[in-house]
């Protein structure tokens, strides 16, 4: 999916451009301990786990489940207009239990989502240099 557009567009700094260097690829990465294996999002200088400064970005398998989600009704910034009803979504991915990710969820009715259900990364280009990760209902 491309849409040209007029929102915002995220800044990669050293600690998150891992993480935005393989959406441009088209594969998920998730911030991992190298120490004691957690993964961590969103990224953070230090593993919550256990404090280690080694982390890197591990590819992962894009699915997991809505661990909760809110129906957004009005736009909320520029560019925007033509996305709403808009489901914001947070998704537990099933690399492990809480690794939450939070994302916009696609093909599907806002009014058919439902907590639980699995789901699958998909990939948004906004930009020439950036891709988000979103998701849609899985083997959609
Ligand atoms: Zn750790």
Redesign the pocket.
Known sequence: MTTASTRPVPFPDDMTEGFWDSLRARTLSIQR??????FNHAPSLT??????EDLRYEPVSGRGTVHSYTVLEDPPGPGFATLVPLVVVVVELVEQPRLLMVANLFGIDPAEVRIGAEVEVSFEKISEVCVLPQFRPAGA
Do not use: E, K, Q, T
């Open positions: 301990c190298a120490r004691c294996s957690r593993c919550p786990g256990c404090g280690s």
